[in-house]
């Protein structure tokens, strides 16, 4: 279930976004852990919060990736 907020946040957020900054992902982790609070009793911990930042940059990485990956397919048409 958490991964799947993740997942949601980061493409509803990040997915037309030129620039990223280290604020807009804290942004992200707040409405995740707003989202993921009502599941789990320790949801404002500090390693909860490094866990799911951690996890935002992972998912970012991979839409970049994605990304580059449609660019390069779109220039070769």
């Given amino acids: 279930m958490l991964f799947e907020i993740i997942s949601d946040n980061v493409d509803f957020m990040f997915t ?7 604020s807009d992902i ?9 989202e993921y609070s009502p599941f ?3 949801y404002a911990s500090t390693p909860t919060r490094q ?11 991979s839409l970049n990736d994605l990304h580059e990956c449609q660019v390069s397919e779109y220039d070769t048409l």
Avoid: F, P, Q
Avoid at 26 to 34: D, L
């Fill in 16 to 22: 037309d976004v030129e620039e990223i900054g280290s």
């Fill in 26 to 34: 804290s942004i992200c982790v707040n409405r995740i852990i707003k």
């Fill in 40 to 42: 789990t009793v320790d």
């Fill in 51 to 61: 866990v799911i930042r951690r996890c935002v940059r992972n998912c970012l990485a």
